[in-house]
């Protein structure tokens, strides 16, 4: 039996017997744990840095003597007194095994690091991005060895580092010479480690040990907004955030407007390929100013969106997105360079973006289905991206649907005639007093509500200047709850609900939240016509998630996951009662925010992932909502207030919803059957 000293390593557990002077840092890599290291154990870099445990351990069976580490050496000395090193830790590379030792390797310490989610229901990101930086002592050059710099870069990289078959590109040549030299042969590589079609490449080289750090851009662009996250590739920090809005936007508000300006302009779609491209790189520059780097120091970038975003970005028509059969020129995930597609960030940074589920359901639904892992699920989850277009997957461990549905831009507050962009002034909550039918609510940028003392001082500089996608909703949900909107979606006149805030508009009646006029403000109504662009709205979403749960064969669903920036505001309570979403218990309807944007962090971050999520894009149905018959039938059940069809009896069983019918005659209705009676 060895009496060589054992070494114990937490929280991975690996133990192993080590001779006595063995260094922390060489005993944790031949046992495989995760203790990481750029300088490669020369006391530079300090990312080794272990804290040992002393004392008794009965559950291991050790008993740690204080002698059980070298002492404190000059090295450490040295990076104390310039960085700082945290009491009780000890750097891996220069403390040496004398005795029987347990070792914790402290998160940030860990090269496979996990990047907490907020959220405690999903995973945690695990560090594995695409590219490192590793210090290395390379040969000098020698007139009996006529190999070239380059030879013996790659050769350190092999010996010390233990990276095969590593290239350089022709803009790592034409640099290297003055940096080897300028290191005095001691350099800080930064690797691409390489895909299934890329070598490993060298892509950038810094003389002697570069401080700094790597970062990688996690883009969600969308039809409306681009959203970028600045995320540093050593520690998976997010360091910067930044959004634009969609430069395309003045070539069509919506996707069909775009891809129609396309066709019937020559050379249109190089136009918003151009747009898109330039605001990119406004955006990045924006991105690094705000964390105050270089942008040459972003090496990889990935990419999340739609099917149409997808081929403008890449410059491809998006002709036959238009017409069926949406064919796209490829559905696969696809690695490029950032100078192919004109990004201005580190010359030869990569690209990767997402695969496409379909031709209607882009790469932002698979960032989605990573992000919020439905295939892993054991319960049944309905995951709904809202926007323009919903994206809805459905799945579990069996299998996973996905469908797009066409909503609209009536939940971003356009088509509503009080209807805004979520921003200060805006409604954003909104309660229907059932007993006199008096509304409260709140606007963004204040936590009072309208009936409240402080209220006037605290909307005195933005005033009240609309209502937001889920402003409306609440508005919606809270008329039908109170008895002014029935199932039908009409709106009761004051006769019929008893209140003089439902007022004649036109041939149908409208309800007034919030008349600000006196003071020179704004009326702030709900509209028939509003309730009839949601109720479409709403119908289509529904329907989408309808067809799917029709496929799986099911009638409920086990949780209902709310995602995108709309989606992180909407009430569960609210869109149930709507009946946007399946009846489900409300504590099983979260919301996500950007999963989209989470998803792509999550690709940018761990490259496995991004072999996970094409595998995963591979195995998901798709289902055309187009084709389906029934998805029609959905929608018409679906227009009604909460449905039609449908019995939603755990929302039953927690409101009560008015049994109120406004269609007298006189309404919009029953003038929309008469015209269908006289075109009969
Ligand atoms: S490995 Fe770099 S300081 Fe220890």
């Not at 005639?417 to 409604?427: H, K, L, M, N, V």
Request: glycine content about 10%; some cysteine.
């Amino acid at each position: 039996m060895t009496t060589d000293p054992l070494v114990l390593f937490t929280p991975s557990g690996k133990r192993g017997h080590f001779p006595a002077g063995t260094p922390v840092l060489t005993a944790a890599r031949q046992l495989g744990v995760d203790l990481d290291s750029v300088c490669g154990g020369r006391g530079i870099c300090s990312k080794c840095q272990i804290t040992p445990s002393y004392g008794e351990f009965p559950k291991h069976g050790v008993t740690v003597a204080e002698a059980a580490l070298s002492e404190w050496n000059k090295v450490e000395q040295r990076y104390d007194d310039i960085r700082g090193l945290t009491k009780g830790r000890r750097l891996g590379c220069q403390a040496l095994v004398q005795g029987d030792i347990v070792i914790d390797v402290p998160p940030e310490s860990q090269v496979h690091r996990q990047v907490v989610r907020k959220r405690a229901e999903v995973r945690d990101i695990t560090m594995n991005p695409s590219t490192r930086l590793y210090y290395v002592d390379v040969e000098h050059p020698d007139m009996h060895k006529p190999n070239g710099d380059l030879e013996r870069l790659i050769e350190a990289l092999e010996t010390q580092w233990d990276l095969q078959d590593v290239k350089a590109d022709l803009h790592i040549l034409q640099s290297m010479q003055p940096v080897l030299r300028k290191g005095d042969w001691k350099v800080t590589v930064a690797v691409h480690l390489g895909d299934e079609i890329h070598p490993p490449t060298i892509m950038h080289i810094w003389p002697g040990f570069y401080d700094g750090s790597i970062y990688g851009l996690a883009i969600d662009l969308g039809s409306t907004t681009i959203a970028a996250h600045l995320c540093d590739l050593q520690t998976g920090d997010v360091v910067a955030s930044s959004g634009i809005m969609n430069p395309q936007i003045r070539f069509g508000e919506d996707l069909m407007s775009r891809v129609s300006y396309s066709m019937m302009n020559k050379g249109g779609d190089q136009e918003m390929t151009q747009a898109v491209r330039e605001g990119m790189n406004t955006l990045f520059a924006q991105v690094a100013d705000e964390a105050e780097i270089d942008k040459a120091l972003i090496v990889d970038a990935v990419f999340v969106c739609n099917p149409v975003m997808h081929h403008l970005f890449l410059g491809i028509d998006p002709f036959e997105l238009g017409q069926a059969p949406f064919a796209l020129t490829s559905s696969g995930a696809l690695s490029l360079y950032a100078k192919e597609l004109d990004l201005e960030i580190h010359p030869t940074a990569r690209v990767y973006i997402l695969p496409c589920i379909a031709g209607h359901v882009g790469a932002d639904a698979a960032a989605v289905a990573l992000s919020e892992a439905p295939d892993k699920s054991k319960d049944l989850m309905l995951v709904v991206d809202v926007g323009t277009n919903a994206e809805i997957l459905l799945g579990n461990t069996d299998k996973v649907l996905a469908c797009s549905s066409p909503t609209g831009p009536a939940f971003e507050g356009a088509q509503i005639s009080s209807g805004q962009r979520a921003a200060p002034g805006a409604i954003e909550r909104i309660e229907v007093d059932p007993e006199t039918k008096e509304p409260r609510f709140r606007v963004i940028g204040s936590d009072i509500w309208s009936n409240e003392d402080g209220f006037a001082d605290a909307i005195a500089t933005t005033g009240v200047t609309g209502i937001c996608g889920s402003g409306i909703i609440e508005a919606i949900a809270e008329m039908r709850l109170a008895g002014l909107l029935d199932a039908s979606g009409l709106i009761g006149s004051a006769e019929q609900t008893g209140t003089s805030r439902c007022i004649a508009d036109g041939r149908t009646n409208s309800y007034v939240i919030w008349d600000g006029r006196e003071e020179g403000g704004l009326n702030i109504t709900v509209t028939n016509p509003d309730i009839r662009a949601i109720q479409m709205a709403k119908a289509a979403l529904y329907s989408g998630a309808r067809l799917l749960m029709d496929k799986f064969g099911v009638d409920t669903v086990d949780k209902v996951i709310l995602a995108g920036a709309f989606g992180a505001h909407i009430s569960a309570k609210h869109a149930m009662v709507l009946g946007m979403i399946p009846d489900c218990p409300l504590d099983k309807v979260t919301s996500a925010g950007n999963a989209a944007g989470t998803g792509a962090r999550i690709a940018l971050l761990n490259t496995k992932a991004r072999t996970e999520i094409e595998d995963t894009v591979r195995r998901i149905e798709k289902i055309e909502t187009a084709v389906e018959s029934r998805f029609q039938e959905h929608f018409v059940n679906a227009s009604a207030i909460p449905n039609s069809a449908e019995p939603f009896p755990i929302l039953n069983s927690i409101v009560t919803l008015p049994d109120v019918n406004f269609n007298t005659g006189g309404g919009e209705q029953s003038g929309g059957r008469k015209r269908r009676r006289r075109r009969e």
